[in-house]
C-alpha cells in the first residue's frame, strides 16, 4: 500500500466515526482495496498467483485421476464442462504485477446440500451438524441448530463438508452471508460449500466473497425470494493474489476490521451515554414540582435542574432523533400533567365543564339524538397517578363524550368510486389518507351511518391491530370505517378536538390503550376499555393555551429531526466524497 492510500484510509477512519453508516462503509472500502491489491505492498519475490494455478490444476488432475472430484461439480460429483475463459471485457480493473484474474469454480469444488424429507423422523436427531442459510452469517460455524443422521446422508443429495471449508447463503433474505466451517458438516440447498483445491488462504476466501456480496445480490434481485444460483456463484471472477500477498493481506484486514469494531464500540458508548443522560433528565422534568413558566431550550425562566441542564447541553443531546422522540413525549406529559402552561385563575375549573357536558348530553337523549349513556365506574385514589393542578379533574373518557362506537362489523362489497371505507392501514400514519382507500355504494354507505356516522370534527381511533392511534377528522365529506376503527363523538364547543387528540397521543393514555387490547395476534381495543380511560381534564380555555404550546414544540422537534437528518446527509456525502477519492486515483483500468 502506497503512502497515499495510507493517509486516505486513516483519513477515512476519522470521517466515518460521523457519519451515519461510516463504519460499515468503511469496512466495504477496505474489501475494496484489498480486492485491488492496494491494502499491502506487493513483493517481488512472491511467487506470481500464476504458479498457485498451476499447483491448482495439477491437483485437480490428480483429483479426477483419482475419481475424486473434477474441474466444475454438480451437487453429487458429476463432472461437468469447463468453466469458459475469462474475457477482456469481463476485468473491471488492472491487476497487480503477479495477480490473475480467476472464476471461483477454478479454485475448489463447490457442493450444496438438500433438506431431507421432514415426515421421516429417522433423518434427523443424529450426529451430523447440519448447515441452514441462517446459520452462515455466524462467520466462524462452529455448531448448529439442527443434526442429521447417516440415513439423511445415505440417502438424500447430502454431502459431509470438510473443516475449513467457505459455505455462501444463496437465498432470500441471507443471500451472500459467507462463514467458514470449524466443524465437518453438511448443508442444505440454500447454502454452497467450497473446499479449494490446494493451498489457498481460507480467510482470504472469506473477505473474497464477503466483498462480492453486492455482487452476489445484484444477480439475485427480481424474484419473489432473491436468490443467487451455484452456477452463478463458481462463473463470478475475482483477483487472486500470490498466496504469501494473501496472508499479508488477511493480517491487515483483520487488524483494519478489529479498529472498526473499536469506532463501532465506541459509537455504541457514546449513543448510550448520550441516551442515558437525556432519559435522566427528562424523568426529573416529569417529577411532580410546581408548574413551570416555558419550556424553550435558551429561556432563562427555565432556572430548574433538568431544565438547566437540558438547555445548556442542547447541541450535544438533540443530534440524534432517539432524544427527540423522547423530548415529543415529555412534552405530551408535562401537558398532561398540567405542567406546560401556567394556571389562569380566572378560568372556569373543569368541574363546571363537566356540569355543561352532562347537561348537553342529557339534552340529547332526552331529544333522542344519543343513546343514555351506561354508567362508568367512579375513580379510584389507586388509580390516580399524581396530583392535578388546581382547576382540572380526573374524569373517564366515556364522561366526557356523547358517543364511543366502531365501525361496520361485516366486509362490505366494494365498488369503484363510490363512498371512501375507511380501516387502520388509512390512518395509522395519524392522518386521514384517502389515497388507497376501498370504496362502497352510496346505499351501503347510508346504512352503516345509522348506528356510527364519522363527521368533521370527530376523533377517530384505530382499535384493532395497530391500535391507539387518534386521528381528528379534519375534512368535511361523506365516508364510513371498518369496525377496526372507534368514532368517539364529544361536544366541540366545550372540549378541544386538538387537545383529545393530543391526550391519546400522551404517554399516560397510551398505556392505557396498550393495556386495553385483548386477544392474541391482531389485537383489539375493544370500546368498553376506551369508554374506561382515565383522562385529566384542564379548563377549556387552558386547553387551548397546551394545544398552542405543544403545536410550538412539536414544530421544535420537526426542525432538530430535519437538522438531524441534513447533518447525516452532509456526514455520509463527506464521506463517499473522501472514499470517491480511492477509486479516482490515477488506476488504470482496461
Known amino acids: 500500500m502506497n503512502k497515499q492510500t495510507a493517509q486516505l484510509l486513516e483519513q477515512h477512519f476519522d470521517t466515518a466515526f460521523a457519519a451515519p453508516d461510516g463504519i460499515k462503509k468503511l469496512r466495504e472500502l477496505i474489501l475494496t482495496l484489498a480486492m485491488r491489491g492496494e491494502l499491502v505492498a506487493q513483493d517481488p519475490k512472491d511467487p506470481p498467483a500464476s504458479e498457485l494455478l498451476r499447483e491448482i490444476k495439477l491437483t485437480r488432475h490428480v483429483r479426477r485421476s483419482l475419481g475424486g472430484g473434477g474441474r466444475h461439480e454438480d451437487t453429487k460429483g458429476r463432472r461437468k464442462e469447463d468453466l469458459p475463459p475469462i474475457k477482456p471485457e469481463e476485468v473491471p480493473y488492472t491487476l497487480p504485477k503477479g495477480w490473475e484474474w480467476v472464476r471461483l469454480g477454478d479454485i475448489g469444488i463447490w457442493k450444496s446440500g438438500t433438506t431431507p424429507n421432514r415426515s421421516n423422523a429417522s433423518f434427523y436427531g443424529g450426529d451430523i451438524p447440519w448447515v441452514k442459510s441462517g446459520e452462515v452469517k455466524q462467520g466462524r460455524i462452529k455448531r448448529t441448530e439442527e443434526t442429521i443422521t447417516q440415513a439423511a446422508l445415505d440417502k438424500c443429495s447430502l454431502h459431509i463438508n470438510e473443516k475449513g471449508s467457505v459455505l455462501v447463503a444463496m437465498y432470500g433474505a441471507n443471500i451472500g452471508e459467507v462463514g467458514i466451517l470449524e466443524i465437518e458438516a453438511a448443508t442444505n440447498q440454500a447454502v454452497c460449500a467450497c473446499k479449494t483445491y490446494t493451498n489457498f488462504d481460507e480467510n482470504y476466501l472469506l473477505y473474497l466473497i464477503t466483498s462480492l456480496k453486492p455482487y452476489f445480490l445484484s444477480q439475485g434481485a427480481g424474484a419473489a425470494q432473491p436468490n443467487i444460483s451455484r452456477e452463478k456463484i463458481v462463473a463470478t471472477i475475482f483477483p487472486l493474489p500470490p498466496l504469501p500477498e494473501q496472508h499479508r493481506i488477511v493480517a491487515r484486514i483483520d487488524q483494519l476490521m478489529g479498529r472498526c469494531d473499536e469506532l463501532e464500540k465506541l459509537r455504541v458508548k457514546r449513543e448510550e451515554k448520550r441516551l442515558a443522560v437525556h432519559a435522566a433528565a427528562i424523568r426529573q422534568l416529569l417529577t411532580p414540582s410546581p408548574p413551570l413558566r416555558g419550556f424553550v431550550p435558551s429561556c432563562e425562566?427555565?432556572?430548574?435542574?433538568?431544565?438547566?441542564?437540558?438547555?445548556?447541553?442542547?447541541?450535544?443531546?438533540?443530534?440524534?432523533?432517539?432524544?427527540?422522540?423522547?423530548?415529543?413525549?415529555a412534552i405530551l406529559q408535562l401537558a398532561v400533567m398540567g405542567r406546560l402552561v401556567e394556571q389562569d385563575p380566572s378560568d372556569p375549573p373543569a368541574r363546571e365543564l363537566l356540569k355543561e357536558i352532562e347537561a348537553e348530553k342529557q339534552r340529547l337523549v332526552k331529544a333522542k339524538k344519543i343513546k343514555k349513556p351506561k354508567p362508568l365506574p367512579p375513580i379510584t385514589p389507586e388509580e390516580v397517578p399524581y396530583k392535578l393542578?388546581?382547576?382540572?379533574?380526573?374524569?373517564?373518557?366515556?364522561?366526557?363524550?356523547?358517543?364511543i362506537t366502531d365501525g361496520a362489523h361485516h366486509t362490505p362489497t366494494y365498488i369503484e368510486g363510490g363512498v371512501p371505507f375507511l380501516s387502520v392501514k388509512d390512518m395509522s400514519s395519524g392522518l386521514l389518507d384517502f389515497s388507497n382507500t376501498r370504496s362502497i355504494s352510496p346505499e351501503q354507505h347510508r346504512e352503516l351511518i345509522k348506528r356510527c356516522y364519522p363527521q368533521k370534527g370527530d376523533l377517530l381511533l384505530t382499535k384493532v391491530g395497530t391500535t391507539g392511534i387518534p386521528v381528528l377528522v379534519d375534512v368535511d365529506c361523506e365516508f364510513s370505517i371498518f369496525v377496526s376503527v372507534a368514532l368517539i363523538k364529544f361536544p366541540q364547543h366545550l372540549l378541544s378536538g386538538t387537545f383529545l387528540s393530543w391526550l391519546v397521543k400522551a404517554p399516560l393514555v397510551k398505556k392505557q390503550s396498550e393495556d386495553g387490547t385483548e386477544g392474541v395476534g391482531n389485537k383489539n381495543l375493544v370500546l368498553r376499555k376506551i369508554a374506561n380511560f382515565l383522562l385529566p381534564l384542564p379548563p377549556l380555555p387552558e386547553q387551548h393555551r397546551i394545544v398552542a404550546r405543544i403545536d410550538q414544540f412539536m414544530t421544535l422537534c420537526d426542525t432538530l429531526d430535519q437538522q438531524i437528518a441534513a447533518a447525516s446527509g452532509k456526514q455520509t456525502e463527506l464521506l463517499s466524497a473522501v472514499m470517491a477519492q480511492s477509486d479516482d486515483r490515477d488506476r488504470p483500468t482496461k
Open 389 to 403: 393542578p388546581k382547576g382540572w379533574a380526573w374524569v373517564r373518557f366515556g364522561e366526557v363524550t356523547f358517543q
Open 301 to 329: 425562566a427555565n432556572s430548574l435542574p433538568p431544565f438547566a441542564f437540558l438547555a445548556e447541553h442542547f447541541g450535544e443531546l438533540y443530534t440524534v432523533k432517539e432524544n427527540v422522540a423522547e423530548l415529543r413525549k
